[in-house]
């Protein structure tokens, strides 16, 4: 009975032995289930950080771009109105040259025909001298010969 017994009990043993044995595979199992899992979270949140930083790399590009295109673009507008302020200005000058030229040649002009006014003024005088010595020459004459008479 005793070894029946003691039989029995190293039966029960191995049964608990075999039991715990499975318990411990059946864990084992499960916690490299979960580390599996884990790891590949852990990997799904590596790519999803590397994905968003070369997002944001990218953005950053573009942006740097977009910034040098609008410099471009700032400094072809400076450079387009410098010129319209340019072609303006000589546009200016060359009108102001054309109106001072116009000006020199109408007071050329005017100068011209105060000098011809002048000279008319200066004919008609010394015709009217002439014919007032002319008058006075024949009215002695008339005189003399009135005297003669």
Known sequence: AAQKRERELQEELTRMREAMAKEERIRAERQKEKEKEQNALMQQLK?????????????E??????????KQQKA???KQ???RRDELAAK??????????????EQEL???RQERMKQLQEEEERLKAEREAERRRDAE?????????
Do not use: F, G, P
Not at 47 to 59: D, G, H, I, P, T
Not at 94 to 101: C, F, M, P, V
Not at 141 to 149: G, I, K, N, V
């Open 47 to 59: 790519q999803q950080m590397e994905e968003s930083k070369r997002v944001q790399l990218e953005r």
């Open 61 to 70: 590009e573009a942006l740097r771009q977009q910034e040098k295109l609008l």
């Open 76 to 78: 072809e507008q400076e």
């Open 81 to 83: 109105e410098k010129l």
């Open 92 to 105: 200016e000058k060359a009108e102001e040259e054309r109106r001072l030229k116009r000006l020199r040649e």
């Open 110 to 112: 005017e100068q011209q």
């Open 141 to 149: 004459r008339r005189e003399q010969e009135e005297a003669q008479w």
